[in-house]
């Protein structure tokens, strides 16, 4: 049986591929394997390790939730937006804009690796998934950017003005960058295009200061995203491991706990969920209210629970978007300090929490994270193809509270066959 919300997530999931890409139904499960590969080499974007296999999805689809309207008109305007619609500045990339009514406005942003050395076929699969993306989401103009050399660059524009332009969407801009210039693959006048490129400055632009007004972050570049949700090290590590060894104790106590009183075999597992399930309630409300939890030991006990389904789905009922900052900061606390084995449940909460918020970066991220750790995890595969697949951050809701949830699970568990008793012998 699919837990509820893993269920839901298919659901939409299949039916925007299906719409989006013509994929058929069983396309997540005949190609989980392929997605496993294409995450986990998705980490190394922008590392100096040339021809190492990159991802083929976007690393990065946010939306404009929580930013101000942009506005963008000149080149120089545009790539000094760039870094704050991504949070990171780009290198070795392929970012795609896309605006609509009113006025052009910015509606979507995510990016491509540059392969170096280029693979075949690779330019005009990202230029025909770019364009199923911006189709799907009612975009009806583009502007494509590319960052790095022009061997590089020009047989991936050429693809992409190809599919573009063939999906009936206008291309506004198309530009390659390279060391503080910019050349457009559609401008050809000398005047205002030379041929030695056009020095652009982002820290001195109008755009830049506006974001910044606006509270935008933006980072060097990808991996120090990644860095945000990295593991601890060290003496953290360590004391973490000591606290998860006392959490598993406590768990297996309850248990035994539940023996010795006579419990259904099936109910013996039942004080660990509903220890696990106020830990979530406490957590939650902890982070809503400003709080932080510093305690090791509490931490260890949230990523234990976690590992229950009827937990990690309650806590994911929980996900209202409204406050999807201080969730962030919840599941990025755990995700640091959770032992590997429990990594993938509070990864793929941050990765859904994230989603809502429109930052598909921290949100690939966070689900190569639980995908390092579990390869076959099937919520992390889910939220990897509701991501890649162009669902927007209005999808990322699930239409269940937490009773019903767990009204969910009970009816489950109250459907469930009895253990087949032996015969006497």
Known sequence: MWPFGQAILLFLVENILRRTFGY???????????????????????????GARQARIPLNQPGTQGQPPVKIGSPAEILAAVPYLLGFHPTRSVVVIGTRPPRDRVHVTFRYDLLDPPEPGYASEIAAHAAAVLANQDVTAAIVAGYGPGALVTPIAEEFRRHLTGAGLQLREMLRVEDGRYWSYLCHEPGCCPADGMPFDVSVSA?????????????????????????????????????????????????????????????????????GLRAVSQAIGAYRGGGRISQDDDIARLTVALADLRVRDDAWARMDPEHTEAHQRLWTDVVRRAEPRYVPAPACLLAFTAWQAGNGALA???????????????MALLLFEAVGGGLPPSAARLPMTPEEVAASYAAGEGRRKPARRRPPA
Not at 248 to 264: F, Y
Not at 371 to 378: A, I, K, M, Q, V
């Open 24 to 50: 058929p139904q069983n396309h997540i499960h005949r190609c989980a394997e392929s997605l496993r590969v294409r995450t986990l080499g998705g980490m190394n974007s922008n590392s100096s390790s040339a």
């Open 364 to 378: 690939n991220i966070a689900i190569a994270r639980a995908l390092e750790s579990d390869p076959g995890y099937t």
């Open 207 to 275: 755009v830049a200061a506006q974001m910044t007004l606006a509270g935008s972050v933006t980072l060097p570049d990808r991996a120090a995203l990644e860095r945000t949700v990295a593991p601890l090290a060290g003496v953290a590590r360590a004391s973490m491991r000591q606290a998860t060894i006392r959490a598993e104790n406590r768990a297996a106590s309850l248990v035994a706990q539940a023996v010795r009183s006579g419990r259904k075999r099936r109910e013996i597992v039942r004080p660990v969920a509903d220890d």
